[in-house]
């Protein structure tokens, strides 16, 4: 197996990716595992800029909080 480490842009993956779909809440490491079955995921970086509280949605933050602390309880 191909040791391999995973970093994610959060910013491009949400806004190219993710945005108006129902996969907002995405498992990283299952992402990676099907992705990359011959690889051997060690570790995977997840990067992102905090975002602010803008007039039309002012829970944004608190939800960002929330799936990042989300992410953290996962094993890799």
Do not use: S
């Amino acid at each position: 197996m191909i040791k391999t480490y995973v970093y994610v842009d959060g910013f491009n993956l949400y806004y190219g990716a993710l945005k108006g779909t129902p996969y907002r809440w995405l498992d990283l490491a299952e992402l990676c595992r099907l992705m990359l079955p011959p690889n051997d995921v060690q570790r995977i970086r997840y990067y992102t800029a905090r975002v602010g509280v803008r007039a039309g949605d002012p829970d944004q933050p608190v939800r960002q909080q929330a799936y990042l602390r989300a992410l953290g309880t996962l094993p890799t």
